[in-house]
């Protein structure tokens, strides 16, 4: 069932395709086939080659080895031009837009057949688009006006418009809420059901199971097998993808909390455009445990964790690290009071140009062993750094790389290795494990517990509300900037949690509502 | 007092002229994400190549054709450098104002203190180069200037309201995109940085054959330096560029004015260095309220395999 198919049936072959870079090589001889009309999801761990693949496919990578076939033509594709003529649209997981210009702008970029804007007709077409498929558009507004998600149905518009046949769409859920998400996926089937072909990168299991047909593992640049979504399960999926079982089991240990590491007071905070975005939220997070914040991101997360880090001014509040008051404090006040932060936007934390020893040092680089004086102490540099890849696992090709140049999921293992060997007495961090493979998750998840269990107070963000659940020990729910409720994570209620993510719950209504919950305290 | 304000403005408009040209240019130039420090040495080889032809055909048409086609081509030299070869766009830059400051000074030693036959005349504009003071003051310029300011509009049109200025502004502001849609990023940013180089050299060439009118050597006098700073404050936008020149332009006469009062001749020549650094420092603040600002990826080079 799984070989052997009759050409014909395949839209897309991909075979033997090598793709070197220098010091890595991100395809090994890697086959892929794609029928017309399925969802086949390209599933493995972080710097398995996906994204690689793909880019080879739509013309921004030149394979060094390798045939590709498109609708049983065998075909050259030297650039995105080309692969866009086959019919073939890609959606990269940075989306690749202009942030100043208008969606029609975005959408028409590139067409011939409009000279004069703004232009009429492709307002016009772009309405009729979004609404076959059932998105919401404003086709005037600017891309940085717009959430992620809307974001990404810009993409969606531009290879519609372009009638595309195949469209390819690297991790397109990872920067998405969960409901966005949901979105998208009835978007996709929509269009399968116009007889369109869907290649779909994730990181998330469930996702696999849920929207496609078939789906495909690579591992190191190979693909290992392509197998029906019907006849396969998630944990075998795991399996296949990291080569060993991942079982998810958590060294979740019994730890005492103890004093208050991080306290928050009626904190204010307003975001870019001047509104309140955090409104006199108060929180403590005790040393040895881990307190979450769920919520739907844009409800404040980053402007209470920039707050506290230093990085945002606040309006009203005040915040207390280890007894000391920090409120007045600059950044780096702050880090020496034992702040670690792993920040959503890891380019934030990172200098992508920079290599991986230099990135590893930003926070170390003025003391001894590696700072001597004005001077830096290059040997110590190296062993730190060369100890930290192996600590943490770290994938590069050496330590001189641009940090850039590495897979998602070690940009997100070298961040966290280096806020975690400072060892801080709170830990910030958001999102830690946002497109990272299901192994990689487990390592990080585990690493923060061993945090937990060292005493530090972990202060976790996260969209992932299975992540939430798992790791904290108490969770709040978030909205608007205010907390919503806040409970023992183990006496969580779903359904509650969810009612407080869409602001439906709030903590006057919780307690009138329904007296039962245990460990209401917010 | 309204003699002198009427004089001043008479004289600040042909003075913000080549500066009018070089910013258009450079506005066009920085929108598709290349900066070209450059535009000193392009206008300075525009005026002594434009008075050159000018003086030996006899045409100053054809002086400014020549000054356009040099300028272009020195620009070519920075668009090789910094596109292809993906070099420090201020070092390709640098290098090229150097070069022509070099240069101009050699080729243009034989044309030093020759008035030039072919000068550019002011035109008749029937009617309205009659009206009392206000025809004196607007209507009595040569076609240069009436050029120049026609220009803006039209650049404006295109830079907003058409695909070329969309996908102009798209390779700026992100080559990533563009490219995944197919369009030439490299191609588009050639043809910018050409297009401000022509414009440079016509500023250049306005100086030697219409303000001068004759080739002193270094006769551009910073007039480059401005043009970059001026970009900014135009927010690289050609309606703003406009009103800039003239502005500088009207220092410039300032200078000339003020000197015979006895203001210091050092300070005057600083006058338009400090208000340049006056205007980035103001318009700065500016842009950033409004959102608006440089183009994303001015001064990167694009390559579609980098990530
Ligand atoms: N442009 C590039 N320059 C240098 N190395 C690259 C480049 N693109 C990819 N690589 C390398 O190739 C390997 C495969 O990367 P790729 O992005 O294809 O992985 P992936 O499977 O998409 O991983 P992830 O799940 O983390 O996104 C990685 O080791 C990466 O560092
Ligand atoms: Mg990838």
Redesign the pocket.
């Given at each position: 069932m799984t070989s052997a198919l009759p050409e014909s049936q395949a839209t897309v072959i991909l075979r033997g395709i090598v793709?070197r870079?220098?010091?890595?090589?991100?395809?090994n001889g890697a086959n892929l086939e794609v029928r017309k009309g399925e969802i086949h999801a390209l599933l493995?761990?972080?710097?398995?080659?996906?994204?690689?693949?793909m880019?080879v496919l739509y013309g921004i990578?030149h394979p060094d080895e390798g045939e590709i076939w498109v609708n049983g033509q065998k075909v050259t594709i030297h650039s995105p031009q080309d692969a866009i003529r086959l019919g073939i649209g890609m959606i990269h997981?940075q989306y690749r837009l202009v942030q100043t210009h208008s969606v029609t702008e975005n959408v028409v970029l590139g067409l011939k057949e409009y000279f004069f804007f703004p232009e009429k007709a492709a307002r016009a077409h772009i309405l009729e688009l979004a609404e076959k498929y059932g998105m919401k558009m404003d086709p005037d507004a600017r891309i940085w006006q717009l959430s992620a998600g809307e974001q990404q149905r810009v993409e969606i518009l531009k290879a519609l418009y372009r009638g595309v046949k195949i469209l390819i769409m690297?991790?397109p859920t990872a920067m998405l809420t969960p409901g966005e998400a949901m979105e998208l996926l009835h978007i996709l089937r929509r269009m399968t059901a116009e007889g369109l072909t869907v290649i779909f990168?994730t990181?998330k299991l469930e996702e696999v199971v849920e929207v496609s047909n078939r789906v495909t593992v690579?591992r190191q640049?190979k693909s290992i097998t392509t197998l029906e979504t019907t006849k396969t399960t998630q944990s075998e999926l795991a399996q296949l993808m990291v080569g060993r079982d991942v079982l998810f089991h958590l060294d979740k240990k019994a730890v005492e909390a103890g004093a208050d590491v991080l306290k928050v007071e009626r904190l204010n905070v307003m975001n870019d455009k001047g509104l309140p975005a955090v409104v006199d939220l108060s929180l403590d997070v005790r040393a040895g445990e881990i307190f979450g914040i769920a919520g739907v991101s844009g409800n404040g997360q980053r402007e209470l964790v920039e707050a506290v880090t230093g990085l945002r001014p606040i309006s009203g509040g005040r915040i207390i690290v280890n007894g000391q008051d920090i409120t007045q404090s600059p950044p780096r006040a702050r880090i020496k009071s034992g702040i670690g932060f792993v920040p959503g936007e890891r380019w934030m934390a990172l200098i992508p140009g920079m290599s991986v020893a230099d990135n590893m040092i930003l926070k170390n680089y003025a003391r001894p062993p590696i700072g001597n004086g004005p001077l830096l102490d290059r040997e110590a540099v190296a062993a730190h750094t060369e100890s930290l890849i192996k600590e943490y696992a770290i994938?590069?090709p050496d330590r001189h790389t641009p940090i850039k140049?590495?897979?998602?999921?070690?940009i997100q293992r070298a961040l966290l290795a280096r806020e975690i060997s400072e060892k801080p007495s709170l830990l910030i961090v958001a999102q830690p494990t946002s497109?990272?493979?299901v192994g990689a998750t487990e390592t990080i998840w585990n690493l923060l517990l061993e945090e937990r269990a060292r005493g530090a107070a972990v202060l976790l963000i996260s969209d992932d509300l299975k992540e939430a659940l798992a790791l904290s020990d108490r969770l709040a729910v978030i909205f608007e900037g205010q907390i919503m409720g806040q409970f023992a994570a183990r006496e969580a209620n779903l359904e509650h949690i969810g009612l407080m993510m869409a602001g439906a719950l709030r903590p006057g209504l919780a307690a009138a509502k329904d007296n039962s919950t245990a460990g209401e305290s917010a | 007092m309204l003699e002198f304000i009427l004089a001043a403005v008479r004289a600040a408009i042909p003075a913000g002229t080549p500066l009018l040209y070089g910013t258009l240019g450079e506005v066009y130039a920085e929108r598709s994400g290349v900066l070209n420090l450059g535009v000193e040495g392009m206008m300075i080889m525009g005026a002594v190549s434009g008075f050159a032809v000018a003086q030996t055909t006899g045409s100053a048409g054809l002086g400014i054709l020549a000054a356009a086609i040099v300028g272009g081509l020195l620009a070519l030299i920075h668009a090789f450098a910094s596109i292809t070869l993906r070099v420090n766009q201020v070092v390709s830059g640098l290098a090229l104002t150097m070069l022509g400051l070099g240069i101009s000074g050699m080729i243009g030693k034989k044309f030093v203190g020759q008035p030039l036959a072919a000068r550019l005349q002011p035109i008749h504009i029937p009617g309205l180069s009659d009206l009392p003071i206000l025809g004196e003051l607007l209507f009595k310029f040569d076609i240069m200037v009436y050029l120049g300011i026609l220009l803006v509009p039209a650049l404006w049109f295109v830079l907003y309201k058409t695909r070329i200025g969309v996908t102009l502004r798209s390779v700026g502001e992100n080559p990533s995109a563009a490219d995944a849609l197919g369009v030439n990023v490299a191609f588009v940013r050639y043809a910018a940085v050409a297009f401000g180089g022509m414009m440079a050299g016509i500023g250049g060439a306005y100086l030697s054959i219409s303000y001068a009118p004759a080739w002193i050597e270094g006769m551009t006098a910073g007039a480059g330096w401005i043009v970059v700073a001026l970009t900014i404050f135009a927010i690289w936008d050609p309606r703003r560029a406009l009103l800039g020149a003239y502005l500088f332009g009207g220092v410039r006469v300032l200078q000339f004015r003020l000197q015979p009062l006895g203001v210091s001749p050092n300070l005057l020549n600083m006058l338009p260095f400090i208000l340049t650094i006056l205007v980035l420092w103001l318009s700065s603040g500016q842009a950033a309220k409004r959102r608006i600002g440089a183009p994303a990826a001015l001064m990167t080079a694009y390559s579609r395999?980098?990530?």
């Open positions: 793709k870079f220098p010091g890595v090589t991100a395809n493995g761990e972080n710097g398995a080659g996906k994204t690689s693949l880019n990578y997981q690297d991790e990168i990181h690579m640049g994938s590069t140049r590495l897979s998602g999921g070690n497109g990272l493979d | 395999e980098e990530r």
